[in-house]
């Protein structure tokens, strides 16, 4: 197990996630972890994260020094690499010249951690202040036209450090430098698979939940569905999945959700149809925010009323993902996790008293559906796309009616069957259908038409935090408009959505 200490990088997950690449466990923990529960880990290796402060500030974020007597190895990576060095007794000062972007590496002594890379590559540098002086033991490892100490080490106590990032795609030689830490020099193996993942959070589950009973609310997305294989793994009918339909799902999918569970996996399913509740505290409401809200309350309110009829349940189960986790618990108090309380049932815990269960807590997206896969789960709902909590209510733009919904159900079914025939599902991180609260004028069979403008949102991205809007070839565009517009009763006229993540959001609402 790798420990990362987070600093307050932009790329602390990034890290995380380049090390779990090696298949190499790792955790990310905040830099006021006691030195006991460091020590406890037993870790095989320290990152220490960049970070946008400098060590000369006031609040600068700093971890015991005592990690430098524990005899473990540690890499620090930017501000991680000046915090080590200011500990150890060197000198750090603000840089005659800042670096940010790429820059030329040219390689010193290749030493450990940078063994069998180029004398001279290219790295991404994103710093401030700079190393003045080594503290002893130290050396230079590789330097920068603008940075003479880009690289260092004490081999002899197996301390390294970087001033670039090797874990950002921009630093061509990253993934080999991380590797030559977690093999070369910190001994790990490659024996960090979903397969294992499995094995263990299925014992650890057992472990917790003893003979107990486990209630999930399971929303048919990729995270509830794979926590509730697991869970079904870990302790069989004693797991009870509770399935609100709100009404305002894709077409069909509930039907294929009660199915999926109940027929396939046998899961104990209480399925419970509630969609005529939500339509009707939706009448009238047009402000995403409150759409939210009356999403939010009602599903608490259906699953609150359910859980009270499973006789014995004492545990709660959530589908959180380790992103979660570590924005909640930021260096520097960032943006905390909010998770929305119809989506992951945020608020039930306390007022039901049920002992919390997170079982995919330490996993990232991509590995939700590598353990997805492993469990046995379906590719369509494996790879299905992020479909917001409140679900079609917030792509309807304005009032949610009956009318309206029957409307983007139709045109969704289309858009993606367009999109997955032509192979580009699995490409795009979203696409869908949004329903305009405007009207234009149109031209049907020789008769002058007055209907709804139906837009299409298709992104690329790797984390949702950007996204690109996605260039579908004119010919798919061409398919899926006159598709929309002659099979949907209500539409006359298709636009495509163009803008970028920054400045607009992904959803509309």
């Known amino acids: 197990m790798i420990l990362i200490i987070d600093f307050g990088s932009q790329y602390n997950q990034l890290i995380a996630r380049r090390v779990r690449e090696h298949h190499v466990y790792c955790q990310i923990e905040p830099p006021d972890i006691p030195l006991a529960v460091i020590r406890d880990m037993h870790p095989e290796g320290i990152i220490l994260s960049g970070g946008p402060a400098s060590i000369y500030e006031k609040n600068s974020p700093r971890v015991d020094t005592g990690i430098f007597t524990l005899g473990i190895p540690v890499l620090g990576i930017c501000y991680g690499l000046q915090f080590m060095v200011h500990a150890l007794g060197g000198e750090v000062i603000a840089a005659a010249k800042r670096e940010y972007g790429f820059a030329e590496l040219d390689v010193l002594h290749p030493g450990d951690v940078l063994a069998g890379v180029e004398k001279a590559t290219r790295c991404w540098m994103s710093h401030g202040d700079a190393i003045g002086g080594l503290p002893a033991g130290f050396r230079a490892t590789a330097a920068t036209p603008n940075t003479p100490v880009a690289a260092a080490e004490d081999a002899r106590r197996r301390f390294y450090g970087l001033q670039f990032h090797p874990e950002v795609v921009h630093t061509p030689e990253g993934r080999k430098i991380l590797g030559n830490f977690l093999f070369v020099v910190c001994g790990c193996k490659k024996d960090w698979t979903m397969k294992s993942f499995a ?222 025939a032509a192979g580009l599902y699995r490409k795009l991180w979203q696409s869908f259908a949004v329903l305009l609260p405007v009207k234009s004028v149109g031209i049907m069979g020789d008769q002058r038409t007055y209907e709804n403008i139906l837009a299409i949102r298709a992104v690329t991205s790797d984390d949702a935090m950007t996204a690109d809007w996605a260039r579908l070839p004119q010919e798919l565009l061409a398919r899926i408009s006159n598709r929309i517009i002659n099979e949907v009763r209500g539409v006359n006229r298709v636009v495509y959505d163009i803008s970028s993540k920054p400045p607009a959001t992904i959803e509309w609402e």
């Open 199 to 420: 094995r263990d959070a299925v014992a650890e589950i057992r472990e917790q939940v003893g003979n107990g009973r486990v209630i999930l609310g399971l929303s048919g997305g990729v995270d509830s569905s794979v926590a509730a294989v697991l869970l079904h793994r870990a302790v069989g009918p004693r797991l009870t999945c509770v399935f609100v339909d709100n009404g305002v799902l894709r077409h069909g999918e509930a039907k294929k959700v009660r199915e999926l569970f109940r027929n396939h996996f046998h899961v104990n399913l209480r399925f419970v149809p509630a969609g005529r509740i939500f339509l009707d505290r939706l009448k009238g409401v047009e402000a995403p925010e409150k759409k939210r809200k009356i999403i939010g309350r009602t599903f608490i309110e259906i699953f609150d009323g359910e859980a009270k009829k499973i006789e014995g349940a004492d545990f709660l189960a959530q589908g959180t993902l380790y992103p979660d986790i570590i924005e909640s618990r930021s260096a520097f108090g960032g943006p905390s996790a909010v998770i929305k309380s119809h989506h992951n049932v945020g608020g039930l815990p306390k007022r039901m008293k049920l002992k919390l269960v997170e079982p995919l807590r330490h996993l990232f997206k991509d590995e939700v559906r590598l353990l997805g896969k492993e469990l046995g789960l379906p590719e369509e709902m494996v790879w299905r796309q992020p479909f917001p909590g409140p679900g079609l209510a917030i792509r309807i733009i304005g009032a949610v009616t009956e009318k309206r919904l029957k409307i983007l159900k139709q045109a969704d079914v289309i858009l993606l069957e367009e999109i997955r």
